[in-house]
């Protein structure tokens, strides 16, 4: 059984060998590659050993022979950087300063400009800007390309190099320019730099009778946010009044599995939320709800869309598998992979490596396939936004883990900012409060399923 922190992440990559992180010397190759001849018990070990062999010596030659003397510790945080990336999109290596930051996001505060980020194809790629952040306000959409920070090229640059640029003291401002889908010139933007609050859980009542939530992210604050909306709305509307709860999770990239598990427990009173399988049958864990349904029963809506990813899905899937929640909005992300947080020592940063993938209640993987709604309902995207709005979905990224059944694309993550023109929110007033309502492509009413096959 793994002891280790385990983590849904939006969209995350690389990954690290603690072997590596060390530094191993040359006498350290050299011995494997005696091992390899001598005491190797079978032809896979063999062959490994050989291949170690084979890194020590590239290893030595760049050390002895590169055009300047390189800086080992680099060359081994670049070895095993590149090692990572081959795995999947979502494991990579952090070193000590890019895990501190990270411990810090799931805090919920940090320092920055508020844009949860990717690499694709060498260039940082925003999965959502966060709400109410700098980002957010200066018009950064999901989907856009940063290709320069501060008049630097992007490419080439780390994942954690391009953020750690991007970074800087409250107050200061950084310029990124932004490659946008069906625009002919890049963006330039100016965004100054905030100390990021991330306030997981927004809430506000709608006329007299509905409880409207907005989870944007899943922090260690997130089931205290969400425990104190639920109070909130009860006081401000009485029972026998209460139609029903909206739970908005629409561009929410995922975090920490234990708050999905318990933001599920708000409103389910029992019953498995997820379970997670490894390599091996007996890594197989599966986590339950507890603590009982705070809303009392009552009717729920939950909003998702093609930028709802990871932990979004996890609370998506139980809630449906149940029946204690309709599904309104476009298909999910579908990131149904387990990244487990491997703390490496002082000094060594830590590894988040995909172990596992998670299933929901009925046994679904929702791993390049997404979440599909009970209701599908498109928004009405503007003429300057039609075509930059859609995401490609788990399945569009290089390396990702195999479907279990035939792949998805993404679907469409736009988010009217009026609330007027928000025609998946007005599909949720009208099912909770009983009216009938045509969707663009309505499911099936005997569609149970949580995934399609």
Not at 94 to 109: F, L, S, V
Not at 140 to 163: M, N, P
Not at 326 to 331: A, D, P, S, V
């Amino acid at each position: 059984m793994r002891k280790n922190s385990t983590f849904f992440l939006g969209a995350l990559a690389g990954t690290c060998l603690t072997l590596l992180v060390a530094g191993p010397s040359n006498e350290f190759w050299l011995r494997a590659a005696k091992a390899a001849t001598s005491a190797a018990t079978s032809a896979t070990n063999a062959d490994t050993y050989t291949q170690l062999n084979l890194f020590g010596n590239v290893f030595e030659r760049i050390r002895t022979d590169y055009v300047e003397k390189p800086d080992d510790s680099k060359l081994v945080e670049g070895a095993i950087n590149g090692m990572v990336t081959s795995l999947d999109p979502h494991s990579r290596y952090m070193n000590e300063a890019a895990w501190r930051d990270m411990q810090e996001t799931t805090h919920g505060e940090f320092g920055g400009l508020g844009i949860e980020v990717t690499m694709e194809d060498g260039l940082v790629k925003v999965v959502s800007p966060m709400d109410g952040t700098p980002a957010a306000r200066a018009g950064i959409l999901s989907g856009d390309f940063i290709t320069y920070i501060d008049g630097d090229a992007v490419q080439g640059l780390s994942l954690e190099q391009a953020v750690n640029k991007m970074k800087g003291p409250v107050h200061t401002s950084t310029k990124l320019k932004i490659e946008r889908k069906g625009m002919d010139k890049p963006l330039d933007v100016s965004i100054e730099r905030e100390i990021i609050q991330v306030r997981a859980v927004t809430s506000h009542t709608v006329g007299d009778d509905i409880g409207y939530i907005r989870i944007s992210s899943f922090n260690e604050q997130t089931t205290e946010g969400l425990h104190k909306a639920v109070a909130d709305i009860a006081k401000k509307i009485p029972q026998d009044k209460l139609a029903g709860y909206i739970v908005d999770l629409r561009n929410n990239p995922g975090g920490l599995l234990d708050q999905a598990v318990s933001v599920v427990s708000t409103f389910l009173p029992r019953g498995e939320v997820v379970s997670t399988r490894g390599r091996t049958p007996e890594e197989t864990q599966r986590y339950t709800a507890k603590g009982g349904d705070m809303t009392k029963g009552k009717p729920v809506v939950v909003l998702i869309n093609g930028g709802s990813a990871s932990a979004s899905e996890i609370v998506a899937g139980a809630l449906h598998d149940h029946k204690r929640a309709t599904l309104i909005g476009t298909r999910s992300f579908g990131k149904g992979s387990v990244q487990t947080i491997i703390p490496l020592g002082t000094g060594n940063g830590a590894l988040a490596l995909t172990t596992a993938r998670y299933f929901t209640p009925s046994g679904h993987s929702i791993q390049a396939l997404g979440v599909s709604p009970d209701i599908e309902v498109l928004q009405d995207v503007p003429d300057d936004l039609k075509g930059r709005v859609d995401t490609k979905g788990e399945a569009s990224m290089r390396g990702h883990l195999s479907a279990e059944g035939a792949e998805q694309t993404g679907s469409q993550a736009y988010v009217p900012p009026d609330e007027k023109n928000d025609k998946a929110l007005a599909a949720a007033y009208d099912v909770l409060r009983g009216v009938t309502i045509k969707a663009d492509v309505p499911s099936s009413p005997k569609a149970a399923t949580t995934v399609p096959n």
